[in-house]
């Protein structure tokens, strides 16, 4: 078929229908005699996102993943990862040599950054253009069957970040296919995706294919939804619970659990609450509020907008509640923000101290293992590890890696690149940061900069740090989750910076001061695992020296 250029028909429902192209043949769209385009839908983009596509053959795939059950998203820890900087070559394949190592530490659950199609080589893969398509240089289509079948092998589950809510800036051309966006709405990357106006049903077909294929195509058993609160749609049954109806069809009809994880700025319990109470029915969602408090908590950072959070008293709140703003008045936001999580079981939030966007969206990019010590880091480990949500970690954050996590990007288009670095600069002139402080992010430096360095796990501070967060993992696992009817009880005093979290299966006390304080604990208990030698137990009182942590259990347990 190379060089031959065949007519297509417009069907009466829109469509256009022509002939059938063969698996693995390079083909295009020229749209009234314009240039030829990529298909939209392609699950291949050999060539790059701005070349022709190819069709791909999913039952060529022979899996061995059969008896593969996950662990309930509950039960679960997750781990971040980037493809291109997780390790040294920066693919699938490259990635599967670590996999013995997350299941040492305990993990149960992978979670990838976006492998969409985008332009270039490099890239967080936020910037989408193949939205159906697998980015070629981290190994293509069989390269993440490849990674999910050996996932699945070593009995970790695989959680993909997908992103629904704008089109990226290069190399995306489905605007000239249909009514994509609209200009009705706004959004932070310009129109909206048109969720509600004219043509509307079939980008949302287009949506919900696209993380059916994911789902079923590619054996992932979850997906993360980039910045839902982006959406904006208006009809009487919203995307987010169209979806979560048709990933419970499907995974009825593959006979395994599937799950959906939101990313929302909106505090609105909606989101996971079941259809049959109103909500959208989605499985969990991110918690920032939790991760502000612990952030401002532990590095007294005020700025941008960490200027809402108190630091103490408001992570106390977020451990009983998920989050902090459930209606209170937001300065930041110059506005109420938020709604009350009562009857939502903590289960339902994912809690982190460190992911991509809270470590990349900073100006150089780093990591809290540079702004804090290590009795800090243990600090925060504990807390996100044995506390009441579903813990993530990103990639090395479990030896506090010294390496970056820094934006960064490949576009070809030196308009576009321009327009980056200069809206960085605006953006984090409202942190502080000055000009010079921001790498370039289509230097290939400041990708190399972010891939982590192995070797140093082995080696202190580092190796210590590891261990730390085994033993709380294991310590989570034998302890289970608290029950879904029983929120934490908290008691502190802000003043002396040490609060006790009682979850019952497990008890989390914390000293932040710089001072050795007495806790008093709820009930006598026994010391399973403590940040620093000098933590002490004497019946239902706890000495925590400056900046430490202690997880405790019932005596008959430990």
Request: hydrophobic share 40%; glycine share 10%.
């Amino acid at each position: 078929m190379a060089g031959r250029t065949l007519p297509m028909t417009r069907e009466a429902d829109g469509w256009w229908h022509g002939v059938e192209v063969p698996f693995d043949t390079d083909y295009a769209f020229s749209i009234d005699g314009g240039p030829a385009r990529p298909d939209p839908r392609a699950p291949r983009l050999p060539h790059g996102v701005h070349g022709p596509a190819q069709r791909v053959d999913h039952e060529r795939y022979a899996w061995h993943d059969a008896g593969f059950r996950p662990t309930p998203l509950a039960d679960s820890v997750v781990y971040e990862l980037h493809i291109g900087t997780f390790s040294e070559a920066g693919t699938f394949d490259g990635a599967i040599e670590h996999l013995g190592a997350l299941v040492e530490l305990g993990i149960s659950h992978v979670e990838l950054m976006p492998v969409h199609a985008f332009p270039g080589v490099r890239g967080w893969g936020y910037d989408v253009a193949g939205f159906y398509a697998v980015h070629e240089p981290y190994g293509g289509p069989d390269g993440l069957k490849r990674f999910v079948d050996a996932c699945h092998g070593r009995g970790l589950s695989v959680l993909l970040d997908v992103v629904y809510n704008h089109l990226g800036p290069e190399g995306c051309y489905l605007p000239a296919f249909g009514p994509y966006v609209t200009e009705r709405f706004k959004t932070p990357w310009g129109g909206a995706v048109n969720l509600g106006d004219a043509g509307a049903d079939e980008v949302r077909r287009f949506i919900i294919d696209n993380a059916l294929g994911w789902l079923r195509d590619y054996h992932v058993d979850g997906l993360r939804l980039d910045a839902v609160h982006a959406f904006v749609d208006l009809t009487a049954m919203h995307l987010l619970e169209e979806l979560s109806l048709s990933v419970k069809d499907l995974a009825d009809e593959l006979g395994r659990p599937l799950v959906l994880i939101a990313e929302s700025d909106l505090n609105d319990p909606r989101i996971v609450r079941a259809r049959e109470l109103g909500g959208y029915g989605l499985d969990a969602q991110w918690s920032d509020d939790f991760h502000h408090a612990l952030h401002t908590t532990l590095t007294r950072e005020h700025g941008g907008y960490y200027e809402d959070f108190t630091g103490l008293p408001d992570l106390a709140r977020a451990i009983e509640r998920g989050w902090v703003f459930e209606g209170r008045y937001s300065a930041h936001r110059g506005r109420r923000h938020g709604r009350s999580t009562d009857g939502l079981a903590l289960t339902r939030f994912l809690g982190y101290a460190q992911n991509h966007d809270q470590v990349g969206n900073r100006a150089r990019g780093e990591r809290l293992s540079e702004l804090v010590d290590s009795r800090a880091l243990r600090v925060a480990a504990t807390l996100v590890l044995c506390g009441p949500f579903v813990p993530i970690l990103f990639q090395g954050e479990e030896w506090g890696a010294s390496t970056p996590f820094r934006f960064f990007a490949d576009f070809t288009d030196d308009d576009l690149a321009e327009a980056v670095r200069t809206g960085r600069r605006r953006e984090f002139a409202a942190f502080g940061w000055a000009p010079d402080d921001i790498p370039d992010p289509m230097a290939e430096a400041t990708f190399e900069a972010s891939r982590l360095d192995r070797g140093e796990a082995a080696h202190e501070p580092h190796a210590s740090l590891l261990d730390w967060h085994r033993r709380l993992i294991a310590l989570r696992a034998a302890t289970g989750n608290p029950s879904s009817s029983r929120r934490p009880i908290v008691r502190a005093e802000f003043e002396a910076g040490w609060l006790v979290a009682d979850l019952g299966t497990r008890v989390l006390a914390v000293n932040v001061s710089q001072a050795t304080r007495s806790l008093p604990l709820p009930r006598e208990l026994a010391l399973a695992l403590a940040s620093e030698p000098e933590v002490a137990l004497d019946g239902a009182r706890l000495e925590l020296p400056p900046v430490s942590a202690a997880v405790l259990i019932e005596r008959g347990r430990a």
